[in-house]
């Protein structure tokens, strides 16, 4: 290996690290507020981008139907406990069609726009709308009720979510994969290395969305309620933080975030209804090496998983994924032998 | 009959005639599968319903068992009765270094680990030529005895299913046993079980052990009966499908193991060819199927399907077959006078607070101690300080001259002090009997495997025995058997003495006892700390009921603000001004 070959790899593992990264925040994120072990995190990536493509071919993506089925249910679901809850029918109309309105219109104007052959650009951010409606919808049908069930309970049931969500992703978009297009065609010539303009956006937008969410948790009055929340359920809700908005808010960002993903990687690789997972595991690769708590952390080990993934393609191509996930354990190693005993009854 | 003894017998009695009955040969093959999964599944069963611990990585364990087989046989010609144990010990080995890395942390890293680790597993078995990538190993031979075929058909049925009822009852032993209440205070209740003197990581790691090898066995079955391995088998998918599998039959169950595994396998190939078809493209939708409905079952019936049948089931009193025991080897006592616990500065800080500064004190053989002060005044931190619940910022605790300051809680009860806790502490759904004789759990020595192939019947009957007679001296004989988390706040309390008790200590530790306790239990109580004491017996009692604290204690130590603000004889302090001033105020 030269220098030449190492600075590829290291500019390939840096590009793929930048989307791990933002898996791992959206990983951290999830967990901190909501307890939550997000494993279909990387089910709203392949999502993104499956949508995407379906765009591309202007159809109609598969996700719109899905969404109104997942919208129709959760309304059904937060009428009924409403009802149940004050008794009052018209209150709980309401809130059924405060959950159904931002569907309705994302998969109107999809329906609206699809056939239409629109600009790259925007039916990016539709594909971004219709898989951001799903965070919160997802959160309400199948988390809500057991948001005060152990850490255990609620990976399981993320486990289950990420199984039906897959099943669901093979139905609505079949099992043939997608390339999507580059964003920006444009290459730039470093030295060794050259850089494509898809390559600029990953940076540019990865970096533009952590600077983004800092500003949300430092400086906004929401961004605050959510991070009460993550330490402390009770006394947020005491503080008339609605620990139930707080989840929805968090999965509405966790499934922008995921979208977003899916967009930058669709360009770079080739995205099957299963890609998902994989990605999204790496990204909590990364989120586990940050203990799950620090989102400097997570940009870090993220960095770090993906220049692994680029030496170890480089180097035992068909052990790459071993390797990868190999990393774990000694990470947890070292955390293990750092955090002593912090076991107790939860 | 216990019922645990009648279903082993039912099953024990099936298994024969089933394989006798002119079933069809496909209905024998899905019951085999159905029993290698539940081998599987009986493992998490004392894994997650028990221990509280997750894996989704039990099918690369079966991986390892399958592919060590495969590989022996086809390569070295060994007999699958020898490759067997080549498999558990490979097992065994890759289990203990997931354990030893991740279960110090807190729960959730644990399943996390194992989800990485069933996926390189995966990869690496799809990628390595020597086991033929991603078509596996082909060519295995069924299982025989001399020259008779027990791998496939009722054969194999019948041994898949005798090793399961093996596994089954091996289990059940082990959980009504010894160390199987310390396995069962794993989910919830380990700083108790830390405070009796218990190794809650050992005991981890020893459930993730077994769960592992029960698993490492079902895929060798697997592999000679399937006589060809390959990955998809062992993938995380199927890691998921096994804790489905257990959560849907009732992961606290043992039974529910079996329940699961026969369910998701006949509803995965009943949906694996009806889905499809229904749809119109071939392609695994069963999965959604199963994602909803784990969700479902988590939110609508979280115990599992055999939890409608136990509901229904009769619930016998233990049998009480101990009255011949003999005793549990006690040790020696202090003499009256003699110096049991040295209290020297001790001090903790959290962070720029000074919970407890410099405390000092000490406790006389036969004396009963009591710490008293206003609320927040570091009382209940003193205690597990001295208790080593909680780590010193510094000072030196003496226990009968030796420095136990360095020692773990459990290294502490182990030489003889023994403690309650400010808010009750237990096992809720194990009986008063069992909970107490957790106490007794530093007198004893089996272990796993005693338990599980039940050579420990002499000391479980000395452990109920002892738990009997303390339950007794406190006037708690009536409620033995009566399940712990039904007991008034009151008894609960009573409770908690008993297995303290129950250790056989030369220094008791009671952490507010009478809160909750009414009128006449607290007589009855005093009467009890007073026969304590006319045996020998040292205490410290923290407590705000003053009547009971002048009536029975020697000396008292009085703290404020985490600082010691007076010592000395109960008539001393109730005449203290500085003691009233800390509880009333001063007047100006």
């Known amino acids: 290996m030269d220098f030449s070959i190492a600075s590829i790899l290291m500019l390939d593992g840096v590009t793929n690290g930048a989307i791990y990264a933002l898996l791992g925040l959206a990983t951290v994120l999830v967990f901190t507020v909501t307890r939550v072990i997000f494993i279909p995190q990387g089910e709203f990536v392949a999502y993104g981008a499956l949508t995407l493509a379906m765009l591309q071919t202007g159809k109609i993506p598969g996700t719109v139907w899905l969404l109104l089925i997942m919208a129709a249910l959760a309304a059904l679901m937060e009428g009924v406990a409403r009802w149940r809850h004050n008794g009052n029918p018209g209150r709980a109309l309401k809130a059924a069609l405060k959950i159904l309105i931002f569907p309705a219109i994302v998969s109107g104007l999809s329906v609206w726009a699809a056939p239409q052959q629109f600009s790259l650009w925007v039916q990016a951010a539709l594909s971004v709308a219709i898989v951001t409606a799903f965070g919160p919808l997802v959160y309400r049908v199948a988390y809500q009720s057991l948001e005060s069930s152990p850490p255990l309970v609620l990976l399981i049931v993320s486990v289950g979510v990420h199984f039906a969500m897959t099943g669901?992703?093979?139905?609505?978009?079949?099992?043939?994969?997608?390339?999507?297009?580059?964003?920006?065609?444009?290459r730039f010539n470093l030295g060794p290395v050259a850089v494509s303009g898809q390559t600029v956006i990953i940076f540019a937008v990865s970096l533009a969305l952590i600077v983004l969410l800092w500003l949300y948790f430092e400086r906004s009055l929401r961004g605050k309620a959510l991070r009460a929340t993550a330490v402390n359920r009770t006394g947020a809700r005491l503080m008339g933080i609605s620990s139930h908005s707080a989840g929805q808010l968090t999965f509405l960002m966790a499934?922008?975030?995921?979208?977003?993903?899916?967009?930058?990687?669709?360009?770079?690789?080739?995205?099957?209804?299963?890609s998902g997972f994989l990605i999204g595991l790496k990204g909590f690769v990364a989120a586990v090496i940050a203990g799950l708590s620090s989102y400097p952390g997570a940009l870090l080990g993220a960095l770090f998983v993906g220049i692994v993934e680029a030496f170890g393609a480089f180097w035992a191509s068909a052990f790459k994924e071993v390797i990868v996930f190999t990393i774990i354990l000694p990470v947890l190693l070292v955390r293990s032998l750092r955090a002593g005993h912090s076991d107790e009854d939860h | 009959m216990k019922i645990k003894n009648f279903a082993l017998l039912v099953l024990a009695i099936a298994i024969p005639v089933l394989a006798l009955l002119p079933l069809p040969d496909f209905w024998i093959v899905q019951l085999n599968y159905i029993g290698l999964y539940a081998l599987v599944c009986l493992g998490l069963v004392l894994l997650t319903g028990v221990g509280g611990l997750t894996s989704f990585g039990q099918a690369a364990f079966v991986g390892i068992g399958a592919y060590t087989t495969a590989w022996l046989t086809l390569n070295t010609g060994m007999s699958p009765w020898l490759t067997l144990f080549v498999g558990l010990a490979i097992t065994g080995a890759s289990a203990l270094i997931v354990a030893a890395i991740t279960l110090r942390m807190s729960g959730h890293y644990l399943p996390l680990a194992t989800i990485a680790w069933g996926l390189s597993l995966y990869y690496l078995m799809g990628n390595l030529a020597a086991l033929g990538k991603y078509d596996g190993l082909q060519g295995l031979k069924s299982l025989s005895i001399g020259s008779l075929d027990i791998g496939q058909g009722r054969w194999f049925f019948v041994l898949t299913w005798v090793i399961l009822l093996a596994g089954a009852t091996a289990l059940l032993n082990l959980l009504d046993s010894r160390p199987g209440r310390a396995i069962r205070s794993l989910k919830g209740a380990s700083q108790m079980a830390e405070a009796m003197g218990i190794n809650t990581f050992r005991y981890k790691v020893s459930i993730f052990l077994i769960a592992a090898l029960l698993a490492s066995i079902g895929g060798w079955l697997l592999a000679h009966f399937q006589l060809t391995v390959n990955p998809s088998a062992f993938g995380l998918k199927m890691g998921i499908e096994y804790l489905?599998?257990?959560?849907?039959?009732?992961?606290?169950?043992?039974?529910?193991?079996i329940v699961g595994a026969g369910l998701i396998k006949l509803l995965d190939d009943y949906l694996q060819v009806a889905l499809p078809a229904l749809i119109g493209t071939s392609g695994s939708y069963e999965v959604i199927v199963f994602g909803v409905a784990i969700v479902l079952v988590l939110k609508y019936l979280p115990d599992g399907l055999w939890s409608l049948v136990a509901r229904y089931l009769p619930s016998a009193p233990r049998r009480v077959d101990w009255q011949d025991a003999g005793n549990l080897p006690s040790r020696s006592k202090p003499a009256r006078g003699e110096s049991v616990l040295k209290v020297d500065k001790i001090r903790k800080q959290f962070g720029g607070l000074t919970a407890v500064n410099d405390i000092s004190f000490q406790i006389d053989a036969g004396q009963i101690v009591g710490l008293i002060g206003p609320n927040g005044a570091g009382k209940s931190t003193t205690f597990n300080l001295i208790t080593g619940t909680l780590s010193k910022t510094r000072g030196q605790v003496l226990f009968r001259g030796q420095d136990i300051s360095s020692l773990p809680a459990r290294g502490i009860a182990r030489q003889g002090m023994a403690r309650t806790f400010q808010h009750v502490k237990m096992i809720p759904d194990m009986t008063v009997l069992e909970n107490v004789a957790m106490g007794a759990y530093t007198r004893g020595h089996s272990g796993v495997i005693g338990a599980m192939l039940r050579i420990?019947?002499?000391?479980?009957?000395?452990?109920m025995k002892e738990a009997q007679r303390q339950l007794e001296r406190i006037g708690m004989g009536e409620?033995?058997?009566?399940?712990?988390?039904?007991?008034?706040?009151?008894?609960?309390?009573?409770?908690?003495?008993?297995?303290?008790?129950?250790?056989?200590?030369?220094?008791?530790?009671?952490?507010e006892p009478a809160a909750g306790l009414r009128h006449k239990e607290k007589q009855d109580l005093i009467q009890v700390l007073r026969q304590l004491q006319s045996e020998g017996m040292s205490i410290l009692l923290v407590e705000h009921d003053m009547d009971l604290v002048m009536d029975v204690c020697d000396h008292l130590v009085v703290m404020e603000f985490g600082t010691l603000l007076t010592q000395g004889t109960p008539e001393e302090i109730q005449a203290s001004p500085a003691v009233r001033a800390a509880y009333l105020g001063t007047e100006h």
């Not at chain 2, 489905?244 to 193991?257: H, N, P």
């Not at chain 2, 399940?483 to 008790?501: S, T, V, W």
């Open chain 2, 479 to 511: 409620h033995l058997h009566e399940q712990a988390g039904n007991l008034a706040m009151g008894p609960q309390r009573l409770m908690e003495i008993a297995r303290a008790l129950c250790s056989d200590p030369a220094l008791l530790l009671l952490d």
């Open chain 1, 255 to 274: 499934a922008f975030i995921g979208a977003l993903s899916g967009l930058l990687i669709g360009p770079t690789t080739t995205v099957f209804y299963d």
């Open chain 2, 456 to 463: 420990n019947k002499a000391e479980e009957h000395r452990m």
């Open chain 1, 168 to 186: 669901l992703g093979l139905l609505f978009f079949g099992a043939e994969g997608f390339r999507n297009p580059p964003f920006w065609d444009e």
């Open chain 2, 244 to 257: 489905f599998m257990t959560v849907v039959g009732g992961i606290g169950y043992v039974w529910g193991a």
